[in-house]
Each structure stands twice: as C-alpha cells, then as structure tokens.
C-alpha cells in the first residue's frame, strides 16, 4: 500500500494520484482504476487527532500499529511507500478551544506521530520529517554542496551587523540578502514573505536591525537564466527561467510573475545532473528541488536545496513528467 501524506486540495497529490491510477492504483475507497497496482491511502496529519486515531501496542511480543481515519482502519504495517508532500500539522479537536492545550495537544501527536513514522519499514519520499528538516538547513546542505564541488558564492549567515558591512565591501556594492528559511510571517495581521533583497548603501545605516534575526549575505550573482532542478531518486529534471522581464520577479523568481517569465526545458551538463542525484541522497533524500544560476559565461552556481520544493509549476510550463516519476518510485522505487 502507498500512502501521501498531504492537504486535502494539494495539486501536487492530485497530479501524482492521476498518475498512479495510470499505472494501475487505485485510491483506498475508489473503484476507480484497474486494480493491477497497490491501493493509495490519502491521509492528512492535519486530522490527527481531532479527527483521526492512532494505536501502537506491544502486548504478546507483538506490535501492532493502526490508523482509524473516520472511515476506513488501516494496518500501517502494510504500507510500502511513503509521500510526505504538504502535510498539514497535527491539529487538535475543535472543542479543545484553550490555546495553551491545543499547543500541548498538537505536540503529544507530533511526537508520537514521528515514533510511529520511525517504525515503518517503508521507502519515504523526501525523507522522514527529521531527515527532512535537516536536509532543508542552508547550512548543512551548502557545506556538502561545496564538498561535492559545486561552484557556490561566497556566502555568510549572520545576525552580526558589522559582516553586513564588510560583504557590501567584499561584494563590491553587489550584495543580496535572504532568509536563512522561507517562512511567512505576519505584520498588522497581515501573512508577508521576505524575498530575495538587493542591499542599497541605505541598508547599511540601519545594519543594527539584523542583530534581530539571522540573514544569508551573498555576492549577486549574474545570470543569463535561472534552473529549478528536480530529483526524484536517481532521476533528473531541469527548468530553466528567465526572468529577465520581468521588474518583479528578476531578482526573485518566486514572485511568479508567469505573463512575463519564460519557462523552458533546460538540459543539464551529465557531471552537474550526477551531482546534483549524488547531493540528494548524501544528505539523506530521495527527492529535492535545487536552485542554480546559470551566468552568462556558462557556469552553473548553486544557491539552495529545497527538501520538499515545488514542482508542479515546473510541469505545468514545461510538460516534465515529474508527477510520473513519483508515481513510479512510489509503486517501484523509481525504476525507469
């Protein structure tokens, strides 16, 4: 049995179900398709425990361990393969309503959940939320990249306010900053999200602010086009975007300006799609996306590993069959 671990409403999963389907599964619960393949059970953490049940005993020198969803009980045991691809966090029941108890709720599941996920003999794609959460760490994965020989700019996480000084110098005026991880946040009630900043000589008087919180300072880094790489197993995919534009999204092509951004296929040197397969499963997965500039010389620049990035964009405006390659690693472990 395969089991995606996702949001109800997650395009991604919808994409990858339709393609296991087309490969003979069928969903828990649907006739739908011709029965060949493994059953797929779609479940979100997100309804643990509120609405959903876990049970693992050991009694007899047996271990048994079960999920009641509302509807259906499963034998987690006989589960083969996992997708954790937007799962929601554990929630507590709504008549739970103090915020001090629904915090300690949702932290007795996270951790039991995490025991329960330890126990499943099953492939996992990415990886297994702690593999996962560490593999995400710029730090960690940038260190391995450049072990790998990865060309990477020179690059500093500090809260430090006099580094910010000396990279705008080392940087020659060039300077970029970003979050060391991209989450939102809020401002007057308001969800925001930092994008890639271009440092001016008027940040620099105002430096002390990121004694506050750690930023990433690198080089700006010129570019003919941008790559979003993905890997699922030993399989490579490459887009290529050129934002060049557009005024809003060429220093940060996650403002997905698509009317003015051209996405392509872009096919990758074999020693760079070797390496980017090899970074992958050194630290610990068995897909990420992974962020490149390509300068206008040619050379291929790393800046980030994404654990669980996106990628239905990629084969929406490329035609990439990434949603076939996870279908057939989930049902086969990738086998082309």
């Given at each position: 049995?395969?089991?995606?671990?996702?949001?109800?409403?997650?395009?991604?999963?919808?994409?990858?179900?339709?393609?296991?389907?087309?490969r003979?599964?069928?969903?828990?619960?649907?006739?739908?398709?011709?029965?060949?393949?493994?059953?797929?059970?779609?479940?979100?953490?997100g309804?643990?425990?509120?609405?959903?049940?876990?049970t693992?005993?050991?009694?007899?020198?047996?271990?048994?361990?079960?999920?009641?969803?509302?509807t259906?009980?499963?034998?987690?045991?006989?589960?083969?393969?996992?997708?954790?691809?937007?799962?929601?966090?554990?929630s507590?029941?709504?008549?739970?309503?103090?915020p001090?108890?629904?915090?300690h709720?949702?932290?007795?599941?996270?951790?039991?959940?995490?025991?329960?996920?330890s126990?499943?003999?099953?492939?996992?794609?990415?990886?297994?939320?702690?593999?996962?959460?560490?593999?995400?760490?710029?730090?960690?994965?940038?260190?391995?990249?450049?072990?790998?020989?990865?060309?990477?700019p020179?690059?500093?996480?500090?809260?430090?306010?006099?580094?910010?000084?000396?990279?705008?110098?080392?940087?020659?005026?060039?300077l970029v900053?970003?979050q060391?991880?991209a989450?939102?946040?809020?401002?007057?009630g308001?969800?925001?999200?930092?994008?890639?900043?271009?440092?001016t000589?008027?940040?620099?008087?105002?430096?002390?602010?990121i004694?506050?919180?750690?930023?990433?300072?690198?080089?700006?880094?010129?570019?003919?086009?941008?790559?979003?790489?993905?890997v699922?197993?030993?399989?490579?995919?490459?887009?290529?975007i050129d934002?060049?534009?557009?005024?809003?999204?060429?220093?940060?092509?996650?403002?997905y300006?698509?009317?003015?951004?051209?996405?392509?296929?872009?096919e990758?040197?074999?020693?760079?799609?070797?390496?980017?397969?090899?970074?992958?499963?050194?630290v610990?997965?068995?897909?990420?996306?992974?962020?490149f500039?390509?300068?206008?010389?040619?050379?291929?620049v790393?800046?980030?590993?994404?654990?669980n990035?996106?990628?239905?964009f990629?084969?929406?405006?490329?035609?990439?069959p990434?949603?076939?390659?996870?279908?057939?690693?989930?049902m086969?472990?990738?086998?082309?």
């Amino acid at each position: 049995m395969i089991l995606i671990v996702s949001s109800r409403g997650d395009g991604a999963a919808e994409r990858v179900l339709a393609a296991l389907r087309r490969r003979g599964a069928r969903l828990v619960g649907d006739d739908t398709g011709d029965g060949t393949g493994p059953p797929v059970l779609w479940w979100d953490t997100g309804d643990f425990p509120g609405h959903s049940r876990i049970t693992a005993s050991f009694t007899g020198g047996q271990r048994r361990l079960l999920l009641d969803t509302g509807t259906k009980t499963i034998d987690l045991s006989r589960i083969t393969a996992v997708w954790r691809s937007r799962p929601g966090r554990p929630s507590a029941a709504g008549t739970v309503t103090e915020p001090s108890h629904r915090a300690h709720v949702d932290e007795q599941a996270e951790f039991m959940l995490d025991g329960v996920w330890s126990l499943l003999t099953a492939r996992w794609l990415p990886g297994r939320r702690a593999d996962e959460r560490r593999a995400h760490n710029k730090i960690f994965h940038m260190a391995r990249a450049i072990e790998l020989g990865f060309s990477v700019p020179d690059t500093v996480y500090t809260n430090d306010p006099a580094e910010l000084a000396d990279a705008y110098e080392s940087a020659e005026g060039r300077l970029v900053a970003k979050q060391i991880t991209a989450e939102p946040f809020q401002v007057d009630g308001a969800e925001h999200r930092a994008y890639t900043t271009v440092v001016t000589r008027r940040h620099l008087t105002s430096r002390h602010r990121i004694q506050h919180e750690p930023v990433i300072l690198q080089p700006y880094v010129p570019k003919a086009v941008e790559l979003r790489v993905i890997v699922v197993g030993t399989r490579v995919f490459a887009a290529e975007i050129d934002a060049s534009g557009s005024r809003a999204a060429r220093d940060d092509w996650r403002h997905y300006d698509n009317d003015r951004v051209r996405y392509g296929v872009h096919e990758l040197p074999a020693e760079v799609s070797l390496r980017c397969a090899r970074l992958v499963a050194d630290v610990g997965l068995t897909y990420a996306a992974l962020d490149f500039i390509v300068t206008p010389g040619g050379e291929y620049v790393f800046l980030e590993l994404n654990s669980n990035g996106a990628w239905g964009f990629v084969e929406l405006w490329t035609g990439l069959p990434v949603s076939d390659a996870i279908a057939g690693w989930l049902m086969d472990g990738g086998t082309p």
